[in-house]
Antibody, heavy 118, light 108 residues
C-alpha cells in the first residue's frame, strides 16, 4: 500500500523552528518529486515547497528563505525545516507525492498540525 | 504572484450536474489537476492533466479545458460528492505550483 505519514508538528513560539518529517512506503521514493502543502483552519490549500529527484528545490515567496525542504532516499523520508516561524504559518502540513505523469499530487499523507503561538 | 480563481460555492440537487470553473492566465500552457477534500480529510486527486481520471475515481467526474479556463464536471451528483474542490496548476514557467481558491459543493 502506498502511504505517506507525517510527523513533527506541534506548538512553537513565534520566531522558533520546527522540523517536519514524512515517511514514505509502498513506492520507489527516490523516483518521485515530492511536495509539502499546508492548509490553515477554514482556508484553502497552499503549496509550500517541492523537491525533485535530483534534489532541486522550489518555494513560493511566502516561505522562501525561511523553509528548507530535503529528502533522504535511503530512509524513504522527506523533511521540512521551518525557521523564523510566524503566526501565519499555523496550519496542517501535508506531504504529497507527485504523480507519474508529473504535475499533480496523487498520494497525500494525513497531515501534521503546526501551531505558532506565544 | 500567479492565481487560480474558482467560484466560492456551487449548489446542486442530487442527480443533477455540477460544474466548477477555474481560471488562470497560464492554463493554456500548463495542465490542471482537481482535488476533492472532505472535512477532516486529506485531498484526493480526481482529475489529472486537464481531463484524465485516476483509477478508482467514478466516471461521473470529468474535466475539460478551454483557453484560460478549466472545468470540473460532476454528472449525476450524489450526496457523497459534497466536499470542497480545488484546482491546481503551475505558473507559466512550470516551476511554481499553485492551488485555486477552492469551491464548496453543496448537495441540496
Amino acid at each position: 500500500e502506498v502511504q505517506l505519514v507525517e510527523s513533527g508538528g506541534g506548538l512553537v513560539q513565534p520566531g522558533g523552528s520546527l522540523r517536519l518529517s514524512c515517511a514514505a512506503s509502498g513506492f520507489t521514493f527516490s523516483s518521485y518529486d515530492m511536495h509539502w502543502v499546508r492548509q490553515a483552519t477554514g482556508k484553502g490549500l497552499e503549496w509550500v515547497s517541492a523537491i525533485g529527484t535530483a534534489g532541486d528545490t522550489y518555494y513560493p515567496g511566502s516561505v522562501k528563505g525561511r523553509f528548507t525542504i530535503s529528502r533522504e532516499n535511503a530512509k524513504n523520508s522527506l523533511y521540512l525545516q521551518m525557521n523564523s516561524l510566524r503566526a501565519g504559518d499555523t496550519a496542517v502540513y501535508y506531504c504529497a507525492k507527485e504523480d507519474t505523469q508529473g504535475g499533480g499530487m496523487d498520494v497525500w499523507g494525513q497531515g501534521t498540525t503546526v501551531t505558532v503561538s506565544s | 504572484s500567479y492565481e487560480l480563481t474558482q467560484p466560492p460555492s456551487v449548489s446542486v440537487s442530487p442527480g443533477q450536474t455540477a460544474r466548477i470553473t477555474c481560471s488562470g492566465d497560464a492554463l493554456p500552457k500548463q495542465y490542471a489537476y482537481w482535488y476533492q477534500q472532505k472535512p477532516g480529510q486529506a485531498p484526493v486527486l480526481v482529475i489529472y492533466k486537464d481531463s484524465e481520471r485516476p483509477s478508482g475515481i467514478p466516471e461521473r467526474f470529468s474535466g475539460s479545458s478551454s483557453g484560460t479556463t478549466v472545468t470540473l464536471t460532476i454528472s449525476g451528483v450524489q450526496a457523497e460528492d459534497e466536499a470542497d474542490y480545488y484546482c491546481q496548476s503551475a505558473d507559466s514557467s512550470g516551476t511554481y505550483r499553485v492551488f485555486g481558491t477552492g469551491t464548496k459543493v453543496t448537495v441540496l
